[in-house]
């Protein structure tokens, strides 16, 4: 089935520098939606690309999609200690049932 | 408030013994979900529904039923309850094609 793997597990920054999580996917994907969990909360939706090549900014946040709809990344631009938490991708196939499959998450760790 | 409500937040329950989780979405959604997240924060799907049908029924063991009673509300009975089951329940609500929703989790842990 499909899969959706995530690079690095885990990744430890000092407040200030860069940091990106890459996310890649087993099968085509129809979107990518990106979410965040803070310690011991639920995700939340971040933003959702759709088009071959997409990229979006939300202020220190950029995301982008592969060409092949196959891979995204994150890249967060001098990270704030309210950065902290996991980030996860999710990959749609498309189909009947439009199932999100979540990646296995990148926990980042902001030392201020 | 508009959200995805489930309850209990937290459940600490005995081998063997059975156990529901309720979830309710006032956000009007047409889909609703249910996912584990295990302790390496890997997130599974379980189950799916759409307008109260079952569209997504992932590899889970017999012992987990889920019920949609209305499109507004999802629920999940587990039975005999084993150590493995311990995790995170997150309740989930969307538009078909769009980004979900999260409930706050119910932690389960089974002694």
């Known amino acids: 089935g499909q899969q959706v793997m995530q690079i690095p597990q885990y990744q430890h920054v000092q407040e200030g520098e860069d940091f990106t999580t890459y996310c890649n996917s087993s099968t085509t994907l129809s979107n990518i939606q990106w979410y965040k969990q803070r310690p011991g909360g639920h995700p939340v939706f971040l933003i959702q690309?759709?088009?071959?090549?997409e990229v979006k900014k939300q202020k220190r946040l950029t995301f982008q999609f592969g060409e092949a709809k196959k891979n995204s990344s994150l890249h967060i631009t001098a990270t704030q200690t309210t950065d902290v938490g996991t980030y996860f991708c999710?990959?749609?196939?498309?189909?009947?049932?439009?199932?999100?499959?979540f990646g296995t998450g990148t926990l980042l760790a902001v030392q201020p | 408030d508009t959200a995805v409500s489930q309850t209990p937040k937290y459940l600490v329950t005995q081998m063997g013994n059975d156990k529901s989780i309720k979830c309710e979405q006032n956000?009007?959604?047409?889909?609703m979900y249910w996912y584990k997240q295990d302790s390496k924060k890997f997130l599974k799907i379980m189950f799916s529904?759409?307008?109260?049908?079952?569209?997504i029924n992932e590899t889970v063991p017999n012992r987990f039923s889920p019920k949609s009673p209305d499109k507004a509300h999802l629920n999940l009975h587990i039975n005999s309850l084993e150590l493995g089951d311990s995790a995170v329940y997150f309740c989930?609500?969307?538009?078909?094609?769009?980004?979900?929703?999260f409930g706050n989790g119910t932690r389960l842990t089974v002694t």
């Open positions: 989930a609500s969307s538009y078909s094609n769009s980004p979900l929703h």
């Open positions: 999710a990959g749609q196939e498309g189909g009947a049932t439009n199932k999100l499959i």
């Open positions: 690309l759709v088009k071959s090549g």
């Open positions: 956000l009007g959604h047409d889909t």
């Open positions: 529904y759409n307008n109260k049908e079952l569209i």
